[in-house]
């Protein structure tokens, strides 16, 4: 019942975030084999430890308002964590995708995996 109340809270909140135009960071969102990004705008691939290589496409570009989640295509678990803090998509494991996040303002968003810190991809969010 615990769980129930603190995932009707962690909603409830999400929801506040993205009604008030501010951008979600959700920093304890594990996925489970095949979970998670359904309806995505865009699907970034998490494709290993790779450095500037390790997200697929990188750099990609969305628009304001537009949601994107991250597929580990990879064995290990991984994140993908901008620097700034803007975003985090939690613990993504092996196969798994990630939750969709709405990217509610422009710029240039560098972020990396935060287990894995040389593993670096980068978002830009336009203004349509």
Do not use: E
């Not at 951008?23 to 865009?42: H, I, K, Q």
């Not at 803090?85 to 972020?111: D, E, L, V």
């Amino acid at each position: 019942m615990h769980r129930l109340s603190h995932l009707i809270g962690t909603t409830s909140l999400l929801a506040l975030l993205a009604l008030s135009g501010l951008s979600c960071n959700s920093d304890d969102n594990p996925t489970g084999p095949g979970g998670g990004g359904g309806g995505a705008d865009r699907t970034i691939t998490i494709v290993g430890m790779n450095g500037a290589s390790s997200y697929s496409p990188s750099p990609d570009t969305v628009n304001v308002g537009q949601t994107v989640a991250w597929h580990n295509a990879d064995a290990s678990t991984h994140t993908a964590t901008a620097n700034g803090g803007a975003f985090n998509t939690g613990n993504i494991g092996g196969g798994s995708t990630s939750a969709a996040i709405t990217m509610n303002t422009a710029g240039s968003f560098p972020y990396h995996c935060s287990i894995h810190p040389t593993m670096t991809g980068t978002l830009v969010v336009l203004v349509p």
